[in-house]
Each structure stands twice: as C-alpha cells, then as structure tokens.
C-alpha cells in the first residue's frame, strides 16, 4: 500500500536554528499536509497544500509541495522552545472524502534553549 | 472553537474488560476516524466512518469493533481487552475536502 517516509526521524537544535524536514512517496498525491503533535496531545493541523509547486507560510513555517507531487517539505525558521513535538506529514491522493489520508511516521523535535 | 471531544484523556482496564471510547465532534463532520499511536509506530487507523451507521475497517481493526449512531458520536470498543491494545487513541473528523482531520486530544489506554 502507500507510505511515506519522513526524514530525519528525529532531530536536536540549538534555539534559534532554522530547521528542515521532507516527506518522500512512491506514490503521487494531490493533498499534502502538515501536522505538529505536542506532547500529550493530539496532532493539530499546521499547513495544508493543494497544488504542486504550491508555496505556503504559517508564521516561521513554510511548506513546499513537490513539483513531482511525490514529496513535501517543511520548514521551520528561528526555532523556539515552544517548537517542541512530532512532526507529521501526510498525503491524500484524491480530493474526495472518501480517500483516507496516509500519515508519516513523524519527524522528533527537540530545540535545546 | 471547533473541538473533537475524547471522553477520557486516561484509562486502566483490566484484560478481558469490553472498553468504551467515546468521541464527540461539533464540527457537523460527515467523516470520522480512530487510530493508535504507538512509539516508532506512527499513527494506525483502526476504523472510520463517512456516515451515520456506515463504518470502513481500517489497517489494523482486529479486536475492535466501532459503533455511529448520531452523527457527531463516534465509539470505540474493545471487546475483550488485552494488553496488546495498550496504547494512545486519537480520534478525528475532518471536512467535506477530506483531509483536513481535527484530532481530539487522545486517550491513553492500559490494559493490566
């Protein structure tokens, strides 16, 4: 079936270092999406892409939607503390409600102060 | 504010017990969904539902069963519990696009 792979699994940084994940498939998908999972927590929605090639910002986070439409980047600039969670990607290939959506493993943040 | 609702944010069963987890959304969302979360694991989806009384199995719905009844309720129920099902629950919904899920906070089940 469909998986995604993120990368790196986890990852340590200084506050104030800007941070980059991505998010890789086999499979094309039409629907990327990030979530960000605090501890104890569900995983809330941070930034959702519709368009290959599509640019989209949230504060100090910026995604990507691959221009194969097989893989999505996220970006963080100017960690702070409260960056702390899971990061999760995640991809649906049609647009309908009745496609599931497939999540990442995550990625592990941890910024150091 | 939208919510999803999960009625217990922690949980200790006893091996055997049948389990109620209950989900409530706001949001009048047609779809709902129950994962686990376990380390290294990721997030599973165990059942989702597009409608009232309609239900799908997901990857992983051996030993649950789930149970919609109104729209906005969604339940999970472990028949027997063991403690394999040890886990976090995270409910969600999501909206006409489909994609875009609110997850409730998330229920830590143990099973002794």
């Known amino acids: 079936g469909q998986q995604l792979n993120q990368s790196p699994q986890s990852m340590f940084i200084q506050e104030g270092e800007d941070v980059s994940m991505n998010c890789t498939s086999s499979?094309?998908?039409?629907?990327w999406l990030w979530y960000k999972q605090e501890p104890g927590e569900g995983p809330v929605l941070l930034i959702a892409?519709?368009?290959?090639?599509e640019l989209t910002s949230n504060g100090r986070l910026t995604a990507q939607f691959g221009i194969t439409r097989k893989d999505s980047f996220l970006n963080i600039s100017a960690s702070i503390p409260s960056d702390v969670g899971i990061y999760f990607c995640?991809?649906?290939?049609?647009?309908?409600?009745?496609?599931?959506?497939?999540f990442g493993p995550g990625t592990s943040l941890s910024v150091i102060p | 504010d939208v919510k999803v609702t999960q009625s217990s944010r922690y949980l200790v069963k006893r091996t055997g017990e049948k389990v109620f987890l209950e989900c409530v959304q706001d949001?009048?969302?047609?779809?709902m969904f129950w994962y686990r979360q376990d380390p290294g694991l990721g997030l599973r989806l165990i059942y989702f539902?597009?409608?009232?009384?309609?239900?799908e199995k997901g990857d992983i719905p051996e030993g649950y069963s789930v149970s919609r009844e109104k729209k906005e309720r969604f339940s999970l129920i472990l028949e027997s519990a063991s403690t394999n099902q040890t886990s976090m629950y995270l409910c969600?919904?999501?909206?006409?696009?489909?994609?875009?899920?609110?997850f409730g906070s998330g229920t830590r089940l143990t099973v002794v």
């Open positions: 969600a919904s999501s909206d006409s696009r489909g994609s875009r899920y609110t």
């Open positions: 499979s094309i998908f039409n629907t």
């Open positions: 892409l519709y368009k290959a090639g």
């Open positions: 995640a991809g649906q290939g049609r647009r309908t409600s009745y496609d599931k959506v497939i």
């Open positions: 949001m009048d969302h047609e779809n």
């Open positions: 539902s597009y409608d009232v009384k309609m239900k």
